[in-house]
């Protein structure tokens, strides 16, 4: 296959391993389960391995979206 014939599919890029909230994560670095968990990622406290947090929904800046009217309204100041 040549290089940019498709495009990225992220369902085709196969398994990706994640720190899921409320579960029990083990690490795939050394095997243990004590994280210390961030906003956007959660670290191994023993390995320092870094997963990011899967949450099942969108999080971060830039997600404020307007439904026809303006995103921002002017102060009347």
């Known amino acids: 296959m040549q290089l940019g014939s498709l495009p990225f599919s992220p369902a085709g890029a196969g398994y990706r391993i ?21 906003r956007l990622t959660a670290e191994c406290a023993y390995c320092a391995t870094a997963l990011p947090i899967r949450t099942g929904q969108t999080t971060g800046t830039g997600l404020f979206r307007s439904q026809g009217r303006p995103a921002f309204v002017p102060l009347a100041a």
Not at 18 to 38: M, T
Request: a neutral charge; charged letters at 10%; aromatic letters at 10%.
């Open 18 to 38: 994640a720190y899921h909230l409320h579960e029990a994560n083990h690490c795939p670095g050394c095997g243990r389960s004590h994280w210390l968990v961030g």
